[in-house]
């Protein structure tokens, strides 16, 4: 199939078929974005509204864990940050608790690039983070690494690569200046809530337009490309 | 085919001026190219969430607006949730207000809340009737029997 960005599409040997990825988001905007996203890249998706919903998908609800082990076969969970009750971050320390659970990998989507949010994530096990609006190329990338997990026949440890989030936003500011520029309000942008101070503009996108500060891309030595990038994409 | 083709290149001067307006971004067109022959009406159907979105947080947010004392938490849940849904469907100029708007509700500014409500509120209109009008003309270029040029 086609390169993106040149990230090679591979189909894995996965015996069990399809990816299943288990999608979380209190949006219905976003449900019905992030859906086709993933159908689009042969995913299959099972879309709920909440953690608690996610949790009862998986069968973690109950008090002991129903009969540990994965046989709805999630193979990935992406899920929101900012939802009510229970929050992504929430549910990915549920999910890496859980013996049975804990080896799938959990994506955590945000419409707010705040540094020590991501770490956080990061810290507690999550495969990567993405700042929203998702687009087809950040499901492509997690798309990519994560059947890499499932190789068959290649007697190699299961890669934990973390990637994506700096490159992510070097592409974005590249690809966002070749594209139309958004209408901007003379108020001042303030959008986010959390107090950690961040390099990157607040705005998720274009970074680099709409921000009035932030440089467009992190500077070589900053926090974000502190995590292991492959030279391989 | 000229009817087709003129038809064809009104959709391309139409949506281009969208872009160009500062309506709608790329996000918008990443929309367009997941659309294809398995799932024809995706972007109708986003549009359609979005906007039912829309009129019920610019409600909450009314509401809340409308009350003695003026919960700016509520009121920031609310602006909070539209931001992600124009960011998610390319609707910048309603996303642009959603941040100004946050931005008066962290300051308790109850005057700075109106103002944007109205303004995010126009921004909504203003989009929905664009948006209804290049809705019809992909379906007189389909009916026709054309097909909807692809926007880069």
Known sequence: ????????????????????VLAVDDSLVDRKVIERLLRISSCKVTAVDSGIRALQFLGLDEEKSSNGFNDLKVDLIITDYCMPGM??????????????????????????????????????????????????????????????????????????????????????SFDDLSSSPPSILSSPISSSSSSSPSPQSPSPSPPSIISASAPSSPPLDSPTRRLKTTSSE | MDVVNQMQRQFVDYSTSLHREGILDDQFTQLQKLQDEN?????????????????????????????????????????????????????????????????????????????????VTHEYSLLKNKLQTLFRLEQQILAAGGSIPVIE
């Not at chain 1, 992504?88 to 989507?109: N, Q």
């Not at chain 1, 020590?116 to 983070?129: M, T």
């Not at chain 2, 009314?62 to 849904?85: I, M, N, P, Y």
């Open chain 1, 87 to 172: 929050t992504g971050y929430e549910l990915l320390k549920k999910v890496k608790e859980s013996s049975a659970f804990r080896e799938i990998p959990v994506v955590i989507m945000s419409s707010e690039n705040v540094l020590a949010r991501i770490d956080r994530c990061l810290e507690e096990g999550a495969e990567d983070f993405i700042v929203k609006p998702v687009k087809l190329s950040d499901v492509k990338r997690i798309k990519d690494y994560m059947t890499r997990d499932f190789r068959v026949g290649e007697g190699e440890e299961k890669e934990r690569t973390r990637k994506g989030i700096n490159k992510r936003k070097q592409r974005d």
């Open chain 2, 39 to 119: 799932s024809p009406d995706f972007v109708v159907e986003v549009a359609s969430l979005f906007f039912e979105d829309c009129e019920k947080l610019i409600n909450n947010m009314a509401r809340a607006l409308e009350q003695q004392g003026v919960d700016f938490k509520q009121v920031d849940a609310s602006v909070h949730q539209l931001k992600g849904s124009s960011s998610s469907i390319g609707a910048v100029q309603v996303k642009n207000v959603c941040i100004a708007f946050r931005s008066f509700c962290e300051a308790q500014n109850r005057e700075g809340c109106l103002r944007c409500l109205q303004q």
């Open chain 1, 1 to 20: 199939m086609a390169r993106i960005g040149g990230v090679t599409w591979r189909r894995t040997g996965k015996i069990d078929g399809e990816v299943h």
